[in-house]
């Protein structure tokens, strides 16, 4: 592990360990992709609006377990930089079972307050029977989605991105099977595509166990290894905190964007629909290799290696930037055809492709940014971190969209993450003068 992170050339450690991240993050595009389509050829736009609006829910999730497979895995990479492998040890103990207990405790509150939770996510009368059968299922399965971010990423940091990408790929791959038949052959709808997921999260979390309890050497499940200190429980939240609110103002933007798009009707709120999940192209090449890359840079941050650390985060952005414009320029040409693909109802087409261009066209700004936030993560950097993460789908999206709604209407709003990329981007800017490393 050593030789990788210390010796190796930038773009050998680079990409042998973002590259298993990337190709994890492919396939769960394509779930994502095979999601969707089963979903939309129910032909019902309320049951594709119902599933949207439950979605953040997922997200939300996510965002949790990030606390913890973000947070411990910035943590653990520095005390490897280091050389406290013990300590890094203990760490990735207490990373293990947290969530299970945060799991709990998010479906005990999922269940008591369902219908609020709902009416916030903008659930209409017409969506409210798919949105609660997809919310509902979700739910149950908490404590297997958050729990499944902390394996995944802490394998990551002892280099084990291999062994990660296989336990994603073979869960996302029985989730792509089960789909279509809970969909369609069992007749469960919405509820139906909820279960794919979580029965296809238990299953990758059990290989993900097996993985760290035979392939690592440095890492441990033992429930006798979790005790850590306060200082260490405080910078993996401190780290973690932030780096799930980019998945919590995920879910934040697209609850609102829904909010706003629900008076043009749930055919709008079905192409928004689409059009984030044809977007994901793009979004999961950001995190892939900016996520990929995160082991990497806190290691060389933690060994106060600084012409490697600079190499590292220049390399970093080169190749998310080259990558992102490239793809960007493919779904802005063939918008209407990616949508097409999902539905052909000719006005959800239009508005599909429409949607889309807007949310592509500035997401190599939005990879960069993610690039800082990362790096940010990697050192420790809580402020910088949470304020890049809190801003660009939070505060300034949801100023920029309550604006634009009303200046500019419909058009403002599918227009406002473009907008809130570009003042987001000036203020990583400027939080890289202010915060960049600086070793001696």
Not at 16 to 29: E, I, Y
Not at 49 to 60: E, R
Not at 228 to 249: C, D, H, R
Not at 391 to 415: E, M
Request: net charge positive; charged share 10%; aromatic share 12%.
């Amino acid at each position: 592990m050593d030789e990788l992170f210390e010796h190796s050339s930038i773009k050998r450690a680079y990409f042998t360990l973002a590259l298993p991240v990337v190709l994890s993050m492919a396939v769960t595009l394509i779930y994502n992709m095979v999601d969707t389509f089963f979903v939309a050829k129910t032909g019902n736009p309320n049951l594709v609006a119902g599933v949207s609006q439950g979605a953040p829910i997922f997200t939300l999730m996510i965002a949790l377990g990030d606390i913890f497979g973000l947070g411990g895995s910035s943590v653990i990479s520095r005390l490897f930089g280091e050389h406290r492998d013990k300590l890094a040890r203990f760490v990735s103990g207490y990373c293990f079972y947290a969530p299970i207990i945060y799991g709990i405790i998010v479906t005990s509150i999922m269940i008591i307050f369902q219908t609020p939770i709902l009416h916030l996510l903008g659930a209409s009368p017409a969506t409210w029977q798919y949105a609660r059968e997809y919310y509902l299922v979700i739910a149950w399965g908490a404590v297997f989605i958050i729990f499944g971010l902390s394996p995944t990423n802490i394998l990551r940091t002892e280099g084990l991105a291999i062994q990660s990408m296989i336990a994603s790929m073979v869960g996302t791959g029985i989730n792509i099977v089960l789909n279509p038949i809970f969909i369609f052959t069992c007749g469960l709808g919405a509820a139906g595509s909820a279960l794919a997921t979580v029965t296809s999260t238990v299953i990758g979390d059990i290989l993900m166990i097996y993985y760290l309890r035979t392939k690592s050497k440095k890492l441990t499940t033992s429930i006798h290894e979790t005790k850590i200190g306060w200082k260490l429980q405080f910078e993996i939240y401190a780290i973690g905190i932030p780096a799930s609110v980019t998945n919590i103002m995920a879910t934040f933007a697209v609850a609102l964007t829904n909010r706003y798009l629900i008076v043009y009707g749930a055919d709008s709120v079905a192409a928004m629909g689409i059009a984030m999940k044809a977007n994901m192209i793009i979004n999961m090449v950001i995190v892939g290799f900016a996520f990929g890359a995160q082991p990497l840079i806190g290691y060389v941050y933690g060994a106060k290696d600084e012409q490697r650390f600079n190499k590292v985060v220049k390399f970093d952005i080169q190749v998310v930037a080259s990558l992102t414009f490239m793809l960007t320029i493919i779904l802005f040409i063939f918008a209407p055809q990616v949508i097409r693909i999902f539905m052909s109802d000719p006005q959800i087409v239009k508005e599909g492709a429409l949607m889309l261009r807007w949310l592509s066209v500035s997401t190599t700004l939005a990879g960069i940014i993610l690039v800082f936030t990362t790096m940010f993560q990697s050192m420790g950097k809580a402020t910088p971190a949470f304020w890049l993460s809190f801003c660009r789908q939070g505060l300034i999206f949801g100023v920029v969209i309550s604006i634009s709604a009303k200046l500019f209407g419909y058009t403002g709003i599918i227009a406002a993450q473009a907008i809130s990329d570009c003042l987001t981007f000036i203020l990583a800017l400027i939080f890289f003068y202010c915060y960049r490393p600086r070793f001696k």
